[in-house]
């Protein structure tokens, strides 16, 4: 069965330009907070500014159950980093980006956690003429390959994302992302793919998992959902339903057993049940699954004749073809 974690920041307080949500929490009562929320055993924590002391997150772990999923490392909220830390041209921000993440490693060696995730938000551009396209390239590689090199027992996960902070991101997409791994030449890296990042960005979640799958990397998933026009952090299933079922396939084929972490923000509504819809949904999914559905689905992929497969989907994927919990039947 799945295993669920929550990227910790989203169970405190949030704000976007206008409002603020949530409620105050510090990091030990998000923990608790989590431990509560049925279907979640793991957390993803920002470091260095949600934490920084390893024994105090080792106790907190500890009282709550709780396992550490990933260290997201955060490389864009520096004043230095503003205009780009890992693609600056300074050589001293560079090294002080790289020093951040060669820092999470030590952290999440010393916690127990067995990767660390980070995704380069504030290395983009907005305009013609504003960057060397060629130059930042050899910037990411040279740093990505510097922190991967960096105790390389420890894998470093890249998250790419279309846009934000800046207007486009260098790493905005997973096929990008493969390619500035296997140009520093280094083991130890893999991709973070964030559903909603996949669909906003224009592409197909299933089809992305698909290409990082088959280049052989290792993959960490994040799960959400948006309206494809922003990265509204949505809970799973509200917009891309099926979408979601086909990326679900996929990673079911592929056997994959790692985290899948809430990158989904709560806003107006209630935590526990925020979080806990995700779990449900996923897990709910990932059972038809289990029961044959994927299977089905791939005799079905393909086909000459997509409107059998369409018929099956109703049928078995929208349940409106069978009682709830019986298996899935051809058609």
């Known amino acids: 069965m799945p295993k669920f974690a929550v990227i910790t920041g989203f169970l405190g307080k949030t704000k976007d330009r206008f409002h603020d949500y949530g409620q105050d929490r510090d990091l ?52 230095e980093f503003r205009s780009g830390g890992l693609t600056s041209g300074d050589p001293g921000v560079r ?27 504030g290395d983009g551009y907005e305009f013609a003429f504003q960057y060397d396209y060629s130059e930042a390239w ?26 934000e902070t800046r207007g486009r991101c260098f790493v905005d997409s997973a096929a ?9 030449g280094q083991e130890g890296l893999g991709v973070t793919l964030d559903f909603g990042h996949s669909v906003y960005g224009g592409f197909t979640p299933a089809e992305e998992a698909s290409l990082v799958l088959d280049s052989g990397l290792p993959l960490y998933v994040h799960i959400n959902d948006n309206d494809g026009k922003w990265d509204w952090d949505y809970f799973c299933g509200t917009k891309h339903y099926l979408e979601y079922v086909e990326f679900l396939a996929y ?6 057993e790692d ?58 994927v929208l349940g409106f073809g069978r009682s709830a919990g019986s298996p899935p039947r051809s058609p």
């Open 28 to 79: 030990g009562q998000k923990l608790r907070t989590l431990a509560s929320i049925e279907g979640y055993s793991g957390a993803e924590l920002v470091y260095p500014y949600e934490v920084g002391d390893a024994a105090v997150l080792k106790g907190l772990l500890a009282e709550t159950g709780l396992k550490p999923a990933a260290i997201n490392v955060n490389v864009k909220a520096e004043p």
């Open 95 to 121: 090294a002080k980006a790289v020093s951040f993440i060669k820092q999470a490693k030590d952290f999440a060696i010393a916690v127990g956690a067995d990767k660390v995730t980070c995704c380069p938000l």
């Open 138 to 163: 050899k910037r990411l590689v040279d740093c990505f390959g510097e922190a991967a090199a960096y105790r390389p027992e420890l894998p470093l996960f890249i998250e790419y994302k279309p846009s």
């Open 176 to 184: 990008k992302t493969v390619c500035l791994i296997k140009a520093t």
């Open 251 to 256: 990673l079911f084929r592929a056997g994959y």
């Open 259 to 316: 985290w899948f972490t809430s990158d989904s923000s709560p806003t107006r509504w209630d935590v526990a049940p925020f979080f806990a819809a995700n779990a449900r949904l996923t897990s709910r999914i990932w059972e038809l699954l289990a029961r044959g559905g994927e299977a089905e689905l791939r005799k079905r992929i393909g086909a000459a004749d997509y409107m059998t497969t369409w018929r099956w989907i109703e049928d078995e």
